[in-house]
């Protein structure tokens, strides 16, 4: 599943990230990278323990906690921590695929890779996340604050940026359900049933379609 979500952050709050990424120290983003990835990537992170970036990734998880959406699409388990990472004219990101384990004390499965796009669009030419899948190829460049979630299991590239840098977030979902047919079909069954309690308020039929909801999570969520 390749979701997209808008206004993450809000316009001030972008503003503010971009005012500490800006200032901040960036090093080679090879350094988390595995032995795959680190051949074909070339752009800038924040380390991990960068207070600046310490600082962001609790701001942004923050909001991600609260926001229905992204709770309901990646029924979170765990979540690693943000990342930043910036690219510059003549930087990109070949095709790879995310490691299936990230972590060292604690560890997490990525069932689900995000990235939140800092630049607006109009700031940078290229820089697109371009994500190989079953329905071909797509090309993802959103405003500034939105989201992208999608399966960490693909193959994508970020496209080399020729204009401009182009400022994100990243980081990885394990989610409570591990198969992502059966996760598309709970965030399905969820909106459907939240569409009609706003359209037909309570009734019995949404009790019993939102004891569906409850019971395949029971019988789906790996914990």
Same mark, same amino acid.
Request: contains cysteine; glycine residues 6%.
């Given at each position: 599943?390749?979701? #997209?979500?808008?206004? %993450?952050?809000?316009?001030?709050?972008?503003?503010?990230?971009?005012? @500490?990424?800006?200032?901040?120290?960036?090093?080679?983003?090879?350094?988390?990278?595995?032995?795959?990835?680190?051949? @074909?990537?070339?752009?800038?992170? *924040?380390?991990?323990?960068?207070?600046?970036?310490?600082? %962001?990734?609790?701001?942004?998880?923050?909001?991600?906690?609260?926001? #229905?959406?992204?709770?309901?699409?990646?029924? $979170?388990?765990? *979540?690693? #921590? $943000?990342?930043?990472?910036?690219?510059?004219?003549?930087?990109?990101?070949?095709?790879?695929?995310?490691?299936?384990?990230? !972590?060292?004390?604690?560890?997490?499965? =990525?069932?689900?890779?995000? /990235?939140?796009?800092?630049?607006?669009?109009?700031?940078?030419? !290229?820089?697109?996340?371009?994500?190989?899948? %079953?329905? !071909?190829?797509?090309?993802?460049?959103?405003?500034?604050?939105?989201?992208?979630?999608?399966?960490? &299991?693909?193959?994508?590239? @970020?496209? $080399?940026? =020729?204009?401009? /840098?182009?400022?994100?977030?990243?980081?990885?979902?394990?989610?409570? @359900?591990?198969?992502?047919?059966?996760?598309?079909?709970?965030?399905?069954?969820?909106?459907?049933?939240?569409?009609?309690?706003?359209?037909?308020?309570?009734?019995?039929?949404?009790? &019993?379609?939102?004891?569906?909801?409850?019971?395949?999570?029971?019988?789906?969520?790996?914990?």
């Amino acid at each position: 599943m390749l979701l #997209p979500i808008e206004n %993450l952050l809000s316009a001030a709050e972008v503003t503010d990230f971009r005012r @500490v990424l800006e200032r901040a120290d960036w090093h080679d983003g090879r350094m988390t990278a595995g032995h795959q990835s680190a051949r @074909v990537k070339h752009n800038l992170q *924040l380390a991990q323990d960068d207070p600046l970036a310490q600082e %962001l990734a609790t701001s942004l998880m923050q909001r991600l906690s609260a926001h #229905p959406l992204f709770i309901t699409a990646a029924l $979170p388990h765990k *979540l690693f #921590p $943000p990342l930043f990472n910036a690219y510059r004219e003549g930087m990109d990101f070949g095709l790879h695929i995310d490691n299936a384990i990230r !972590g060292d004390e604690e560890r997490l499965r =990525t069932d689900i890779s995000c /990235t939140v796009f800092l630049s607006a669009p109009e700031e940078y030419d !290229g820089g697109e996340l371009i994500i190989e899948d %079953l329905y !071909g190829r797509q090309s993802i460049k959103l405003a500034a604050g939105s989201m992208v979630l999608y399966p960490a &299991s693909s193959l994508h590239r @970020v496209a $080399p940026v =020729t204009r401009g /840098t182009r400022f994100a977030a990243f980081f990885w979902v394990q989610s409570l @359900v591990r198969d992502p047919l059966k996760r598309r079909m709970l965030l399905d069954l969820d909106l459907a049933i939240q569409g009609l309690r706003r359209a037909h308020g309570e009734s019995s039929e949404l009790l &019993s379609l939102s004891g569906l909801y409850h019971n395949l999570l029971r019988q789906w969520a790996d914990l």
